[in-house]
């Protein structure tokens, strides 16, 4: 089969095309899909860097959600520890959903990760209640643009981040009741509360460094901080004086931690799947890549040059 391979750690310069990788071997409870479209996210780049949250073993495939067909036929949605990057791979049967008809592989494709990622955060981890506000970084992104939305939906205020005035529009345009500039942090707690009318209730955090520090200072008493990223590289700790002056709350989030839960992710897929329905979600493609392009999709992630979810299409 054709797969996106790294044989050494250092970034997008490792992801190599091969054209004849073996095919995945069976597993036990586990599903061979033919891979369609593979979603390309953060943990994709901390994979090619030997810094994500879970250990990677060379040789490796990276892509952590696909959407594709099975043996018999049937369209499916998957999460998997890798392997998405490849005409074929493997995914159990518990983080396996069918796509329904009227959703294509390109729309499934930004709710696996992001999708579910975005609404349990925002429900499950930050609680948000409505009448809140929350504070929602990389907005333009692939997940920042559906947390956007589905924190209107929840009916709360969004005060968003983003680095350039083009996703600072795109954010509005989503919904965002104000947008801010996260290009720099100078002065970004002032900022948010400013544009909140006082200290918010909820934050996201996903890029680590200074950005952590002036999201929790712009929090209210018993004020909630959850965190499911470090895109910056740079991972930073909040001190107990911190928590403690304020009450805070700070909870960490990582999407597979909710795998082995029967209910939790099918339950957040049928709701996704019925907001797009509906129309009351917007799936934002920044970029659609063929396989071969993977190295591409990486840089340009990496370097923000595009805004909402970026895919890559195996078929190509």
């Given at each position: 089969?054709?797969?996106?391979?790294?044989?050494?750690?250092?970034?997008?310069?490792?992801?190599?095309?091969?054209?004849?990788?073996?095919?995945?071997?069976?597993?036990?409870?586990?599903?061979l899909i033919d891979v369609?479209?593979?979603?390309?996210?953060?943990?994709?780049?901390?994979?090619?860097?030997?810094?994500?949250?879970?250990?990677?073993?060379?040789?490796?495939?990276?892509?952590?959600?696909?959407?594709?067909?099975?043996?018999?036929?049937?369209?499916?949605?998957?999460?998997?520890?890798?392997g998405g990057y490849a005409?074929?791979?493997?995914?159990?049967?518990?983080?396996?959903?069918?796509?329904?008809?009227?959703?294509?592989?390109?729309?499934?494709?930004?709710?696996?990760?992001?999708?579910?990622?975005?609404?349990?955060?925002?429900?499950?981890?930050?609680?948000?209640?409505?009448?809140?506000?929350?504070?929602?970084?990389?907005?333009?992104?692939?997940?920042?643009?559906?947390?956007?939305?589905?924190?209107?939906?929840?009916?709360?205020?969004?005060?968003?981040?983003?680095?350039?005035?083009?996703?600072?529009?795109?954010?509005?345009?989503?919904?965002?009741?104000?947008?801010?500039?996260?290009?720099?942090?100078?002065?970004?707690?002032?900022?948010?509360?400013?544009?909140?009318?006082?200290?918010?209730?909820?934050?996201?955090?996903?890029?680590?460094?200074?950005?952590?520090?002036?999201?929790?200072?712009?929090?209210?008493?018993?004020?909630?901080?959850?965190?499911?990223?470090?895109?910056?590289?740079?991972?930073?700790?909040?001190?107990?004086?911190?928590?403690?002056?304020?009450?805070?709350?700070?909870?960490?989030?990582?999407?597979?931690?909710?795998?082995?839960?029967?209910?939790?992710?099918?339950?957040?897929?049928?709701?996704?799947?019925?907001?797009?329905?509906?129309?009351?979600?917007?799936?934002?493609?920044?970029?659609?890549?063929?396989?071969?392009?993977?190295?591409?999709?990486?840089?340009?992630?990496?370097?923000?040059?595009?805004?909402?979810?970026?895919?890559?299409?195996?078929?190509?």
């Amino acid at each position: 089969m054709r797969a996106v391979v790294i044989r050494q750690f250092g970034g997008a310069d490792e992801l190599k095309l091969e054209e004849d990788y073996p095919d995945p071997l069976p597993r036990p409870g586990h599903r061979l899909i033919d891979v369609h479209i593979a979603g390309v996210n953060y943990a994709d780049l901390h994979g090619a860097t030997d810094t994500y949250l879970a250990p990677v073993e060379l040789p490796y495939i990276l892509g952590n959600e696909f959407v594709g067909t099975t043996p018999e036929g049937r369209r499916v949605a998957a999460l998997t520890k890798g392997g998405g990057y490849a005409e074929k791979a493997l995914a159990h049967r518990a983080v396996t959903w069918d796509v329904p008809d009227d959703i294509t592989d390109e729309q499934a494709a930004h709710l696996a990760l992001q999708g579910n990622s975005a609404w349990h955060i925002l429900l499950n981890t930050a609680k948000l209640t409505p009448g809140e506000t929350v504070v929602i970084p990389a907005a333009a992104g692939g997940l920042g643009t559906l947390a956007v939305q589905l924190a209107k939906l929840a009916r709360a205020k969004v005060i968003a981040l983003a680095s350039t005035p083009e996703r600072r529009a795109l954010a509005l345009e989503l919904g965002a009741d104000a947008a801010l500039d996260s290009s720099t942090t100078d002065g970004l707690t002032d900022r948010i509360i400013e544009a909140a009318g006082g200290p918010v209730q909820v934050a996201l955090e996903m890029t680590g460094g200074p950005t952590l520090h002036a999201l929790a200072d712009a929090l209210a008493p018993r004020g909630r901080l959850a965190v499911y990223g470090y895109a910056s590289g740079q991972i930073e700790d909040i001190s107990m004086r911190t928590i403690l002056e304020r009450s805070l709350t700070v909870s960490g989030f990582w999407l597979p931690h909710l795998y082995a839960l029967r209910t939790a992710l099918p339950a957040s897929m049928n709701a996704l799947y019925g907001l797009v329905r509906t129309g009351d979600l917007r799936l934002v493609t920044g970029h659609t890549y063929a396989l071969g392009e993977a190295a591409q999709a990486h840089r340009d992630l990496a370097d923000r040059k595009t805004t909402g979810k970026l895919l890559l299409d195996i078929r190509r």
